[in-house]
């Protein structure tokens, strides 16, 4: 079998508790909540297309965060 690799933009919307925009922005960008999946976890989702009848395995996924994409999204809250 031979394994191949791709890059997959994934977005997230993450809601941080901070004092200030700026302490916000570096947890994100700095957060391991935002991790890659582990070698556990990566199994049990090929275990899982296994029996759904999918025939490839996931072997690795790296998450990165590009500290430029990170925007604000405006909500509305209620008073």
Do not use: C, H
């Amino acid at each position: 079998m031979q394994e191949y690799e791709f890059a997959v933009p994934i977005v997230a919307v993450v809601r941080v508790r901070a004092e200030n925009e700026s302490q916000a922005r570096e947890a994100v960008a700095s957060s391991s909540a935002i991790a890659s999946p582990s070698t556990d976890e990566i199994n049990l989702a090929n275990q899982a297309g296994f029996v759904m009848g999918k025939e490839a395995a996931i072997v690795a996924v790296d998450f990165s965060v590009d500290v430029d994409s990170v925007r604000l999204i405006d909500i509305e809250r209620e008073p």
